[in-house]
């Protein structure tokens, strides 16, 4: 079913995907906030540019963006998947806690913040170009991958990487010397392990915008972990 | 009534602004426009718009714009200019009757020739002069606040959502080749008049998206040379900063621009030793005028504009481009509204200021 956005407020266009049923296509969007948030087992495709916090608290389905997005895109998402065929702008991902977004593009500042993990709740990003500054802030768990494709010659990511991780992993596609990690964390090639938990998100990167799995497999990559589990357990008091 | 927490307002002010470098005027239906998927990040009490290029037939006057509370005000403003202004023209800046703004000021525009005479007495320039007198008024003259004082531009503002504020002004009926926008949501200060955005001082105009959490370091630095924070909001002191800084200083906009979003020391520490020597400079010669805490702001000036995110970029800004046009938005959004087949969208990094300048001699 189409929904067309054009003059309807972020309240009324909502509700309209409710009452699409299952699947619906919204073309003429422009800025409306908060589409699809909290909903489940929809798949809503975009044409246009959807407003802030897009898929916030999404507990499951299927969110497609034929464009760019704009700021706060999976905010505290729980499930389902948001693929933008585009670029994200700032905090996407913000304390995300279980499902995938997928970034065809690059992603603005503080992509991941405080992303968190909880048994079979592994969250995940993937950033096809760089990421801004403070990507992975905080982050306490799940995934975030940068592939490193068309950087225009920057670095995959800005200042601050990192900072503050005490959980999951972000891993760099490429050449990572110019950027500069806290002290608090370890960049290292991937382990076993950590390979064979990363070639699915390729695979599936690959699956939706194009591009060849086993030629980006050949990487060279970083994986960023903190460097204990509780890396501030005596930071503040010694107990 | 709802109390807090049973209400939820996603606000967060919104910025745009739109430049043709060939300086082809624009009328301002396009920017007003702009704010409107922006809507909900005012409240409606603040929107406000900023004009380059519009008084072409003035261009040699200072434009002052005014709101006085009455009558006697006025006149005691106008017995003030008198003294040390040739007062070419004097008229009400035209408004249209509409129901979403209310508790109207009288909203005057004076064309202004400052008086050799008195800029030889006083061995002043005539910037300078009228920097003093803007102050003067907004510090001494209860009721009156000049809110726009440059040559061939104007601000324009009021308490009301910032689409409903352009068309309170007219703005159709206005042509710039540089028009920016603010929509408010007015955190820690009111929601008035006088507070709305831009905040302007002779060609400088500022749009500001956040809050600066330095304000008090920085208004007691500016007012040890002359300036006076009279508008009970953070945002106006960023007006005085950018005229400090560039008319009386002489500084570059790059250079202002690394005054007031200036890099970490770690950051500089791993820059390029001629580079790291440049922001080492400033930021020990001018460190009362770093602003820390959230902002996007956009800063007009005669000929141009420069955008600007705090070095951690806590607020968001997008530009585009097409043709000789460039777009900066707080959101995408608002660029597509303008011009819906944007080109070279793009978001700047923390404290990378974007300078657009008009071609040499086109305004």
């Known amino acids: 079913m189409d929904i067309q956005a054009k003059g309807l407020d972020y309240r009324a266009l909502n509700e309209a995907i409710r009452a699409a049923g299952p699947s619906c296509r919204i073309t003429g969007c422009l800025g409306q906030r908060f589409i699809g948030a909290g909903m489940s087992g929809r798949r809503v495709e975009i044409d246009g540019i959807p407003g802030n916090a897009l898929g916030a608290y999404l507990g499951g389905g299927f969110l497609t963006v034929n464009g760019n997005a704009q700021d706060a895109v999976g905010d505290t998402m729980n499930g389902g998947s948001i693929v933008v065929r585009g670029s994200v702008g700032d905090t996407a991902g913000y304390a995300m806690r279980g499902g995938e977004i997928y970034v065809q593009g690059n992603a603005g500042y503080r992509a991941g913040i405080h992303m968190k993990a909880y048994q079979d709740q592994q969250p995940v990003i993937v950033i096809g170009g760089r990421a801004g500054s403070f990507l992975g802030e905080y982050q306490a768990g799940g995934t975030i991958l940068v592939l490193g494709l068309h950087t225009d010659g920057k670095p995959a990511a800005g200042y601050f990487p990192c900072t503050g991780q005490h959980g999951g992993r972000v891993i760099f596609r490429g050449d990572v010397s110019a950027i500069r990690f806290p002290d608090q964390v370890t960049p290292h090639p991937p382990t076993e392990e950590e390979t064979a938990l990363l070639r699915p998100l390729v695979e599936r ?35 | 009534m709802k109390r807090e927490g049973q209400v939820r307002i996603p606000s967060g002010c919104a910025i745009s602004a739109v430049i043709s470098r060939e300086g082809r005027r624009m009328t301002g239906e396009k920017i007003v426009e702009s704010m409107i998927p922006m809507h909900d990040r005012s409240n409606g009490l603040g929107g406000g718009f900023a004009a380059y290029g519009i008084y072409p037939e003035y261009r040699d006057y200072y434009a002052f714009h005014i709101f006085f509370d009455s009558r006697d005000t006025r006149k005691t403003c106008e017995a003030l200019l008198k003294e040390g202004f040739e007062i070419v023209k004097a008229e009400h800046i035209p408004i249209r009757q509409i129901p979403e703004i209310t508790d109207v000021p009288l909203i005057w525009r004076y064309f202004l020739a400052p008086m050799q005479s008195v800029l030889n007495r006083l061995q002043l320039d005539a910037e300078e002069y009228v920097a003093r007198i803007v102050t003067k008024i907004n510090a001494e003259l209860r009721g009156a606040y000049v809110f726009s004082s440059g040559k061939n531009m104007g601000t324009f503002k009021a308490v009301g959502y910032p689409e409903d504020v352009g068309r309170f002004y007219r703005l159709e009926e206005y042509g710039a080749y540089c028009w920016t926008a603010h929509g408010r949501y007015p955190t820690n200060t009111p929601g008035w008049w006088g507070g709305a955005h831009p905040f302007s001082l002779l060609e400088w105009s500022v749009v500001h998206n956040g809050e600066i959490s330095s304000y008090d370091a920085n208004r007691r630095c500016v007012e040890m040379f002359g300036y006076q924070c009279t508008l009970q909001t953070d945002t106006e002191v960023m007006a005085y900063i950018a005229d400090y800084l560039l008319r009386r200083q002489g500084l570059t906009l790059e250079e202002t621009a690394s005054v007031m979003a200036a890099p970490f020391w770690s950051t500089i520490e791993h820059m390029e030793p001629q580079e790291a020597e440049r922001l080492t400079y400033l930021r020990k010669v001018f460190p009362s005028l770093l602003l820390t805490g959230p902002f996007s702001i956009i800063l007009g000036f005669s000929g141009g504009l420069m955008a600007l995110n705090d070095r951690l970029k806590l607020r968001s800004m997008v530009v585009g481009e097409k043709d000789d046009r460039v777009f900066i938005s707080s959101e995408e959004a608002a660029i597509r509204v303008m011009e819906p087949d944007a080109e070279n969208i793009w978001a700047p990094m923390g404290g990378e200021p974007v300078i657009v300048r008009l071609k040499e001699g086109t305004y």
């Open chain 1, 205 to 239: 990167w690959c699956a939706l915008f194009g591009g060849d799995a086993e030629a980006l497999m050949d990487g060279p990559f970083t994986v960023v972990t903190p460097d204990s589990k509780n890396p501030y357990r005596q930071m503040y008091a010694a107990n």
